[in-house]
């Protein structure tokens, strides 16, 4: 069975530019979390979709980010435009169900802003 | 808030040494914690879930406690070995989905 794979695995754009982060959870889990972790800091949670609906997005920063999961299969990040402090490692996880399951992450795309 | 902390920060030894990590957390109201590794350049791998009603999970030479009440999980590390060096996360998730990590402890076993 694959796992959450995550595109791109790298990532360098100036501050300003447009950057759209790609997840695909394992087959068949209806749950997908988006995190990240910037320097030196904990990794933070982001957002949660069930299916193709935002659970919670507590966690996004600010406005300049958009996340979307059409269909209910793969999701998407965007940042527009990025900044500096954007930099980090953003990671995707997913699981069957909500509550008790274990969430499985992918390998993560680290995000350079310069 | 939810608050975790995980201490020692950093951490090297001798391969063949019990190792123990340590995990607290502020709010006892938890569903469950969870223990990850991470290798530098890759993802998290998940190594146990303890339940909120649970006291301890095994998996190998893995042994993960988990006491709420006092808000402190412990990871040990049986025998450590060169292929164990990495950095170790604890994560809890309350009513919510979302997992709230510590900062890691990186470990290093030189043989």
């Known amino acids: 069975e694959a796992g959450v794979t995550q595109f791109p695995s790298h990532s360098v754009i100036e501050k300003g530019q447009t950057v759209t982060l790609r997840c695909d959870p394992i087959s068949g889990h209806d749950n997908l979390y988006w995190y990240r972790r910037v320097m030196g800091k904990e990794i933070k949670f982001l957002l949660h979709?069930?299916?193709?609906?935002?659970?919670?997005e507590s966690g996004m920063p600010n406005n300049r980010f958009l996340a979307e999961r059409t269909g209910g299969t793969y999701s998407t990040l965007k940042v527009q435009p990025a900044e500096l402090e954007d930099s980090g490692v953003y990671f995707c996880a997913s699981s069957v169900n909500r509550g008790q399951e274990t969430q499985y992450f992918g390998p993560g795309t680290r995000l350079l802003v310069l | 808030k939810q608050e975790v902390t995980q201490i020692p920060a950093a951490l090297s030894v001798p391969e063949g040494e019990n190792l123990v990590l340590n995990c607290s957390f502020t709010d006892s109201a938890i569903y469950n914690l969870q223990w990850f590794r991470q290798d530098p350049g890759k993802g998290l791998t998940s190594l146990l879930l303890i339940q909120s009603s649970q006291r301890e999970q095994t998996s190998g030479r893995l042994n993960a406690s988990l006491d709420k009440s006092s808000g402190r999980s412990t990871l040990y590390i049986a025998a450590s070995q060169p292929g164990d060096s990495a950095t170790y996360l604890c994560a809890v998730r309350r009513g919510t989905d979302k997992l709230i990590f510590g900062t890691g402890t990186r470990l290093q076993v030189f043989p």
């Open positions: 979709f069930v299916k193709e609906s935002k659970q919670d």
